[in-house]
């Protein structure tokens, strides 16, 4: 299908239905890196501008990538329902904790113990395909909601802090994430 340069009502009405979506970012050299991402965690801005709430995971390869190559790929599939495939093609800005942003950029947000970024996804191109490879699957339970943050709320901020510190300062390739500075 052609690339649009924005979401419509439609397409905003399904991102808003989809309880996982796909996030895949690559560096110019190393490895592609493609996450599932749930929860409570994603925001429509506007028709050009989403946002994300990334929570702590056992890796940070998003922020290392868009440190080297500031591009981004969101995808979306219907597994309920017509079938569908959204991808949304764009770059992005991070926001930490430590960032004056912060507090703005995840008003928005429910508080979930863990939450390392913010990504602010600027929509550059928008682009539909059949799906119907995709299959039809129920939704059962959020396992962030159950295992994912209650874990981190365990931790505390100085256990969350030290994960980040052992597990997400650099990428799988060697690549700063920028987690604890702007230089990595």
């Known amino acids: 299908m052609p690339l649009g340069t924005k979401l419509n009502g439609t397409l905003r009405r399904f991102i808003e239905r989809q309880k996982v979506f796909f996030v895949a970012t690559a560096a110019k050299d190393g490895r592609v890196n493609l996450s599932p991402k749930g929860a409570d965690t994603l925001r429509i801005l506007d028709d050009r501008h989403i946002r994300w709430l ?6 940070n390869e998003t922020a290392g990538h868009l440190l080297q190559t500031n591009r981004i790929t969101l995808m979306f599939c219907a597994f309920e329902g017509d079938a569908l495939i959204l991808r949304v093609y764009g770059k992005a800005t991070v926001i930490h904790p430590r960032d004056a942003g912060w507090a703005n950029a995840t008003s ?3 508080d979930l113990a863990g939450s390392r970024q913010v ?15 995709v299959p039809v699957m129920r939704f059962e339970k959020d396992r962030a909601q159950e295992e994912l943050v209650p ?21 799988i390739d060697g690549f700063q994430t920028g987690l604890f500075d702007k230089d990595g």
């Open 119 to 133: 990504y602010d996804v600027e929509i550059e191109n928008v682009q539909t395909s059949c799906g119907t490879g």
């Open 151 to 171: 874990y981190y709320d365990d931790l505390g901020p100085s256990g969350v802090e030290a994960y980040w510190r052992k597990k997400n300062t650099t990428t």
């Open 108 to 110: 928005d947000f429910p």
């Open 54 to 59: 990334n929570l702590s995971g056992s890796g």
